[in-house]
């Protein structure tokens, strides 16, 4: 507008520069809400805290877990370690590092789990 004013422009299209400048302004306005829900999302709400009975309770079965999963065949421990903690782990990368097939490391997966929950639901 300033070079309409100073006479550089023949003529000065408001229709395209006006829908530039609401595009412009809607992109701002959802980048800035996405920024907003990213936030939000990692403040915890103090409804969310967890008490200090389930945070025991929680370790309690992390610690049946482990016990339970100390019981396993090497192997089935290697595999689900592949697949449980490492970041990304899936059985297909878990099979390739053992050198056993996918369908057997998914088998060995089931089974584990079975074991688990078995041996979680005797305590």
Do not use: W
């Not at 004013?5 to 520069?17: H, M, T, V, Y």
């Not at 530039?20 to 709400?45: H, I, K, M, S």
Request: proline share 4%.
């Amino acid at each position: 507008m300033e070079q309409h004013a100073k006479g550089s422009l023949r003529e000065l299209d408001f229709p395209g520069l006006a829908i530039r400048q609401a595009r412009f302004l809607a992109l701002n306005e959802l980048q800035r809400g996405r920024v907003e829900t990213r936030v939000l999302a990692a403040v915890p709400d103090e409804s969310d805290v967890p008490s200090v009975e389930r945070v025991v309770a929680s370790r309690e079965q992390i610690d049946q877990v482990l016990a339970a999963l100390a019981t396993c065949s090497p192997t089935a421990k290697k595999i689900f370690r592949l697949v449980y903690a490492t970041p990304g782990g899936t059985a297909t990368t878990a099979a390739a590092e053992v050198g056993l097939s996918l369908q057997r490391v998914r088998q060995i997966l089931t089974e584990t789990r079975a074991h688990i929950r078995k041996e979680i639901s005797h305590d």
